[in-house]
T-cell receptor
Framework: GESVGLHLPTLSVQEGDNSIINCAYS??????FIWYKQESGKGPQFIID?????DKRQGQRVTVLLNKTVKHLSLQIAATQPGDSAVYFC?????????FGPGTRLSVLP | DGGITQSPKYLFRKEGQNVTLSCEQN?????MYWYRQDPGQGLRLIYY???????QKGDIAEGYSVSREKKESFPLTVTSAQKNPTAFYLC????????????????FGPGTRLTVL
């Protein structure tokens, strides 16, 4: 498999529990944020996005929270399943620039 | 079946060789991007193109070259000048173009793993 994700912070959760993955972004001018999921050996997959004029957005089993005061983004996954095991990373966008975080590895325990 | 394809999935290069990585999209996106991914690091931008026949250097363009002769295609050449080319290479596209703004989601291909022997 790919070595992507080596040395990343790891979050281990029990199957069925909720997961919360955090991301601190760098630029207060960023106005668009995306969460991606990347499984081993594959390209990143879009999960959910949020614009800076919102502080919460919900998808299917996922919720993204944005706290602009402390430049913090979180991804909540409800009822975590084995198929959710992957590296999750956030991206912030300002102007034409995208900046990607290194990611967090989510490990789902049976 | 719309999407972004990259080929090959795995590529091996000998020292001193140039290699070209393919990226094709049929999403009718104007903007295309090449990133490099190394263990424990965020994606780093190599080159991007907002429109056909135009491309710009990203943060780590040295040792790489691109072309954008067709809207659908954005091949990346890793030249012998790139001192540490072993990495996972990701191509992305977005609706973008010159009128594109910061709300253009980037969609990624499956990646090419390049290893220098």
């Amino acid at each position: 498999g790919e070595s992507v994700g080596l040395h990343l912070p790891t979050l281990s959760v029990q199957e069925g529990d909720n997961s919360i993955i955090n991301c601190a972004y760098s630029n207060s001018a960023s106005d668009y944020f995306i969460w991606y999921k990347q499984e081993s050996g594959k390209g990143p997959q879009f999960i959910i996005d949020i614009r800076s004029n919102m502080d919460k957005r919900q998808g299917q089993r996922v919720t993204v929270l944005l706290n602009k005061t402390v430049k913090h983004l979180s991804l909540q996954i409800a009822a975590t399943q084995p198929g959710d095991s992957a590296v999750y990373f956030c991206a912030e966008s300002y102007g034409q620039n995208f900046v990607f975080g290194p990611g967090t590895r989510l490990s789902v325990l049976p | 079946d719309g999407g972004i394809t990259q080929s090959p999935k795995y590529l091996f290069r000998k020292e001193g060789q140039n290699v070209t990585l393919s990226c094709e999209q049929n999403l009718n996106h104007d903007a295309m991007y090449w990133y490099r991914q190394d263990p424990g690091q965020g994606l780093r931008l190599i080159y991007y193109s907002q429109i056909v026949n135009d491309f710009q250097k990203g943060d780590i363009a040295e040792g790489y070259s691109v072309s954008r002769e067709k809207k659908e295609s954005f091949p990346l050449t890793v030249t012998s000048a790139q001192k540490n080319p072993t990495a996972f290479y990701l191509c992305a596209s977005s609706l973008g173009g010159l009128a594109g703004g910061s709300t253009d989601t980037q969609y990624f291909g499956p990646g090419t793993r390049l290893t220098v022997l």
